[in-house]
């Protein structure tokens, strides 16, 4: 029932698709597509280590020079301009490392520490004319989770900010204008709130019933209220409170109800990587797309760098088209997605 789908919807639907790649180079840019095709995907996001093979190797960012070419070379060949994402939060979580020659970043604690408006903005400032100047147009930060549980995952990789949510608002918010000033998206994450959890969600289920408080959700609200945030990461945690049956990432009670409904977001939200074991190891990909549109997820982002799938563009599109042909989901649903994303992308000036 393929043939139903106009080829109008094929493009929404890849729009709401980011996804890693293997590659460093125009040819390599040119036989990813070549594998794709002709379908439409909306970003891609590069990491600097490939982390699929036993031993992890050098993956898409070797140096500046290197990076420039190819994303000139993605952007060349793609119809619709790219979302280029990267996790570049600063510290532990560095892309652009100052070996491969990309200028030096505090991380997001050290920042912190220091708590100073002007050295938050300064250095803000750099981290975003960095990855302005080499392509990127989409950085998955600023982390918003507060520093509430000092052995949490994120906490010890020195993430988060602090416990205040109140300071975590202000230099978020600095940190989030200056990305904006040079057309890169800053993406708020990991809601509701990351901060309070003891597992990592990488390895499988994190329970925070017992240990997450709404005061967690105090930055999103602070920083939504200033009309401040276009872009949100869902987290894969599991709080029976809030939903007691699904994990965020696939919770309309989560994402729709609290998120959009209560909260009054309505910028994109874009998913944490569905290979995590949080998800991966519960559902398969039918479900958790289904599952992710009906929370009004707008991006699927499968970083393809936890497990590697070669196909997985094609796995999406069909998948969706399947359950648009079932009617378990709606085409309003992927146009609402497809609006929001082009409103994105517009406001950066990719179109």
Same mark, same amino acid.
């Given at each position: 029932?393929?043939?139903?789908?106009?080829?109008?919807?094929?493009?929404?639907?890849?729009?709401?698709?980011?996804?890693?790649?293997?590659?460093?180079?125009?040819?390599?840019?040119?036989?990813?597509?070549?594998?794709?095709?002709?379908?439409?995907?909306?970003?891609?996001?590069?990491?600097?280590?490939?982390?699929?093979?036993? +031993?992890?190797?050098? +993956?898409?960012?070797?140096?500046?020079? $290197?990076?420039?070419?190819?994303?000139?070379?993605?952007?060349?060949?793609?119809?619709?301009?790219?979302?280029?994402?990267?996790? $570049?939060?600063?510290?532990?979580?560095?892309?652009?490392?100052?070996?491969?020659?990309?200028?030096?970043?505090?991380?997001?604690?050290?920042?912190? $520490?220091?708590?100073?408006?002007?050295?938050?903005?300064?250095?803000?400032?750099?981290?975003?004319?960095?990855?302005?100047?080499?392509?990127?147009?989409?950085?998955?930060?600023?982390?918003?989770?507060?520093?509430?549980?000092?052995?949490?995952?994120?906490?010890?990789?020195?993430?988060?900010?602090?416990?205040?949510?109140?300071?975590?608002?202000?230099?978020?918010?600095?940190?989030?204008?200056?990305?904006?000033? $040079?057309?890169?998206?800053?993406?708020?994450?990991?809601?509701?709130?990351?901060?309070?959890?003891?597992?990592?969600?990488?390895?499988?289920?994190?329970?925070?019933?017992?240990?997450?408080?709404?005061?967690?959700?105090?930055?999103?609200?602070?920083?939504?209220?200033?009309?401040?945030?276009?872009?949100?990461?869902?987290?894969?945690?599991? +709080?029976?409170?809030?939903?007691?049956?699904?994990?965020?990432?696939?919770?309309?009670?989560?994402?729709?109800?609290?998120?959009?409904?209560?909260?009054?977001?309505?910028?994109?939200?874009?998913?944490?990587?569905?290979?995590?074991?949080?998800?991966?190891?519960?559902?398969?990909?039918?479900?958790?797309?289904?599952?992710?549109?009906?929370?009004?997820?707008?991006?699927?982002?499968?970083?393809?760098?936890?497990?590697?799938?070669?196909?997985?563009?094609?796995?999406?599109?069909?998948?969706?088209?399947?359950?648009?042909?079932?009617?378990?989901?709606?085409?309003?649903?992927?146009?609402?997605?497809?609006?929001?994303?082009?409103?994105?992308?517009?406001?950066?000036?990719?179109?």
């Amino acid at each position: 029932m393929m043939n139903s789908v106009t080829n109008d919807i094929k493009i929404m639907i890849g729009q709401m698709i980011m996804v890693g790649l293997r590659g460093t180079s125009l040819d390599d840019a040119r036989s990813f597509f070549d594998s794709l095709n002709g379908l439409a995907i909306g970003g891609v996001i590069l990491y600097d280590v490939n982390v699929t093979s036993t +031993h992890p190797t050098s +993956h898409n960012i070797h140096s500046p020079k $290197q990076v420039m070419g190819y994303i000139t070379a993605l952007q060349s060949i793609s119809e619709i301009p790219l979302f280029i994402g990267v996790d $570049q939060e600063g510290g532990q979580v560095n892309r652009l490392k100052e070996s491969y020659g990309f200028p030096p970043s505090k991380s997001w604690a050290e920042l912190g $520490q220091i708590n100073d408006i002007e050295e938050t903005q300064s250095h803000s400032n750099n981290m975003a004319s960095t990855l302005s100047d080499h392509g990127f147009n989409l950085n998955f930060a600023p982390v918003l989770d507060l520093s509430v549980n000092p052995d949490s995952f994120i906490a010890k990789k020195g993430r988060c900010f602090s416990n205040n949510p109140v300071s975590v608002s202000t230099h978020a918010e600095l940190f989030i204008l200056s990305h904006l000033a $040079q057309n890169v998206v800053p993406v708020c994450k990991h809601f509701p709130g990351q901060g309070s959890a003891s597992g990592d969600t990488h390895e499988g289920i994190v329970d925070v019933t017992k240990t997450w408080s709404e005061t967690e959700l105090k930055p999103y609200q602070t920083l939504m209220d200033q009309d401040c945030i276009p872009a949100i990461m869902t987290s894969h945690l599991f +709080h029976k409170g809030l939903d007691p049956e699904l994990p965020a990432t696939l919770s309309s009670k989560i994402l729709t109800d609290l998120l959009r409904n209560k909260m009054g977001f309505e910028g994109v939200i874009i998913s944490d990587d569905p290979h995590m074991g949080a998800i991966a190891n519960h559902y398969d990909l039918k479900t958790v797309l289904q599952l992710m549109i009906y929370a009004s997820v707008d991006i699927f982002c499968f970083g393809n760098n936890l497990i590697y799938d070669p196909s997985i563009v094609q796995k999406i599109h069909s998948t969706i088209i399947e359950l648009l042909d079932e009617g378990s989901i709606t085409i309003a649903q992927i146009e609402k997605s497809y609006k929001r994303i082009m409103n994105l992308k517009t406001r950066i000036g990719l179109l």
